[in-house]
């Protein structure tokens, strides 16, 4: 049977529904690795769902770059993770551990966004933006694999999905690198305020 996506008029995927998600999510972990302390079974944790990872990155932009225009894309029939009418087509990659982000070699973006959960169980999350489309000469020179010297471009030609970690990549293009965000689950639902002008 085929897995068919409803296409909605808005997107409907509410704060509302992202602390229930994000609430459910914690609980499996944590209670996983309860089990696995208790009993010392090495049940094998899965990684945060896409529906999560690219939430919490709209809530992010919406509070944090005052775009309203984000929408959780495979909602409304939009290409991406995340569609805006300022960024166009969004990239999201999530990690919660130091392995690599995968990358289709036919993804097609014009930003893209890494949201940094190492920390997530201890309240702490990192939104980092790369103002990088995946047919930028930068993106398509990134190092993949450091012994071949194969890059982004060379693996995406074979047919491949090319593979790196935040920690080969960001010191590739550090400079391109924004912080967007840095701190607490519940942060992400707070506008940043405005700062007044100073005074002469």
Request: hydrophobic share 30%; proline share 6%; net charge positive.
């Amino acid at each position: 049977m085929k897995n068919s996506k409803k296409i909605l008029k808005q997107d409907c995927y509410s704060e509302v529904i992202l602390r229930l998600r994000y609430a459910l999510y914690k609980d499996c972990v944590e209670k996983t690795n309860q089990i696995n302390k208790e009993t010392g079974l090495g049940i094998r944790q899965f990684n945060p769902p896409e529906d999560l990872t690219e939430n919490i990155t709209k809530f992010i932009l919406h509070n944090k770059r005052n775009d309203k225009s984000v929408v959780w894309a495979r909602t409304v029939g939009k290409p991406g993770d995340l569609y805006s009418d300022i960024e166009q087509i969004i990239e999201v990659k999530a990690f919660t551990s130091d392995g690599p982000c995968s990358f289709g070699p036919k993804k097609v973006f014009q930003c893209i966004y890494f949201l940094d959960m190492q920390e997530w169980l201890d309240d702490k999350i990192v939104l980092w933006r790369i103002p990088l489309s995946n047919t930028s000469e930068t993106w398509k020179g990134l190092k993949m694999n450091k012994k071949k010297e194969e890059t982004h471009d060379d693996q995406s030609k074979q047919g491949r999905r090319p593979h790196i970690s935040w920690d080969r990549l960001y010191p590739q293009i550090s400079t391109l690198c924004e912080k967007v965000y840095e701190g607490t689950f519940e942060g992400i639902f707070r506008p940043t305020p405005l700062v007044a002008p100073q005074l002469a």
